[in-house]
């Protein structure tokens, strides 16, 4: 397993534990996170542990929270659970390293290496943020993990990246979607890939060997009220084609994602497995298991994507990178959202690979990714506005014993009150001051 010249396995998990914190994961997580183990087996003689493991969280904890920068000690407390649990289920007791987390408000990426494989060759460890909420907050946006391994296929290795993001919900707001992803693309910049590249600018998700995007992309299934298909409600009819493998291949076709996609307007240069195969991962009643909230209509907002640098821009469709495993995990309760898990083989090493600096990616030509150049203005502008907005919601929230609008009221009632009393004081000295004067 630690040939530099190997095919790797990487094993991808995403998660909007809908903003519970600590209460956002069962203590057992060998549902979500551990069986793929043996789904690898057909790789080889005995099932293999992955060699690269990222795991990422949307609404990580309660918003007020995240926004006040309360996020550390939830995610520290995730990354002690995570990585005991897949040490605990890894077949050959294999262990694991944490190459980086990073968290902004409630999104947050962990990435762990085996110990006895790709960690011992993990070097120019990056971690970024970026929010594209209003004026740049971070209740959505993206992070991201970026090292490089060294030795595999040449010296200089390969460069992988790997991103978690929570983009704008609702049907409607499928522009503010697409602009989600150009601001991301844009603003979660990174040094560049060597301390030796000739150029010392900032550089984009696209800069690197292999790029992972994933999270809750919010992109909808929407089905036109004047199609043939249509016989009550939409959401009826998506609740109807959900039964079967059949009926969520045709369903794909009105969902938002694959078509912005092939139209070339979003996540361009990367690909996706057949995400219908399994049900979609949104909404759900709470404690339920396969009953959905038809306040809105399902939809697959959970979505996993890759490519990799030998993949040909002209052939969007196909992948050298090998699907294994993508699904959903249906006995997750807690959240509206199912959590999704991947399991993906990347191809070996180019035989024709440079010996001085890592591969990249190769992108339609049409398409030019470029860093944004107020990138560092707009994240900080977000960041100080996530800091005195969360301050001021968690205040009104602890003087309403966890309610914002109990704060607000306790809050005004309290002013008003003081007030009261300050006005009913100086009231009381001025008449005193008069007695005195008459006594006098």
């Not at 183990?37 to 609404?59: H, M, N, T």
């Not at 902004?104 to 929010?131: F, H, K, M, P, S």
């Not at 249509?230 to 969902?255: H, N, Q």
């Not at 298991?289 to 990799?308: G, L, N």
Request: include cysteine.
């Amino acid at each position: 397993m630690g040939d530099s010249n190997e095919s790797l396995l990487v094993q991808i998990g995403s998660y909007n534990t809908n903003l519970q914190a600590g209460a956002g994961l069962p203590q057992d997580l060998v549902d979500w996170l551990a069986p793929t183990l043996q789904v690898s087996s057909f790789l080889s003689k005995e099932p293999r542990a992955p060699d690269i493991v990222a795991v990422g969280f949307q609404e990580l904890l309660p918003l007020h929270l995240g926004l006040a920068g309360f996020s550390k000690s939830v995610i520290d407390e995730r990354d002690v659970h995570i990585r005991s649990q897949i040490e605990a289920h890894a077949p050959n007791n294999e262990s694991y390293s944490l190459v980086a987390k990073v968290v902004n408000v409630g999104v947050a990426l962990l990435v762990y290496a085996r110990d006895d494989a790709i960690a011992r060759r993990v070097c120019e460890v990056q971690t970024q943020w970026t929010g594209c909420g209003p004026g740049y907050m971070g209740n959505k946006g993206a992070v991201g993990v970026r090292f490089r391994v060294s030795d595999r296929g040449s010296k200089a290795g390969e460069v992988f990246t790997f991103v978690c993001a929570h983009l704008t919900a609702h049907a409607t707001h499928l522009a503010h979607r697409i602009a989600d992803y150009h601001h991301i693309v844009r603003t979660l910049l990174f040094p560049p890939p060597s301390p030796s590249s000739p150029s010392q600018s900032p550089t984009t998700l696209y800069a690197t060997s292999h790029l992972f995007f994933f999270g809750d992309l919010n992109f909808r299934v929407t089905i036109p009220l004047s199609h043939p298909l249509v016989t009550a409600s939409p959401i009826e009819e998506v609740l109807f084609m959900l039964k079967d493998g059949k009926s969520r291949e045709a369903l794909k076709e009105y969902d938002q994602l694959i078509n912005e996609h092939r139209n070339g307007r979003v996540f361009i240069g990367l690909r996706e497995s057949p995400f219908w195969t399994f049900k979609c991962t949104y909404k759900y009643r709470l404690g339920e298991v396969d009953q959905y909230d038809t306040k809105r209509t399902p939809s697959w907002t959970d979505r996993i994507m890759c490519t990799t640098h030998t993949d040909s821009p002209d052939m969007p469709d196909k992948s050298n990178i090998t699907n294994v495993l993508y699904t959903s995990i249906p006995s997750y309760t807690t959240s509206d959202h199912k959590p999704v898990v991947s399991l993906l083989v990347l191809p070996p090493p180019s035989a024709a690979q440079e010996p001085s600096s890592p591969p990249l990616l190769r992108l339609p030509s049409t398409y030019t990714p470029t860093p944004d150049p107020y990138a560092l203005i707009k994240k900080y502008t977000g960041r100080s506005l996530d800091r005195v907005i969360g301050y001021v919601w968690w205040f009104l929230a602890s003087v309403g014993a966890g309610s914002a609008v109990v704060g607000v009221f306790n809050f005004f009632f309290g002013y008003a009150a003081w007030r009261w009393w300050g006005t009913r004081s100086s009231g009381n000295a001025g008449a005193a001051i008069a007695a005195i004067a008459d006594a006098a």
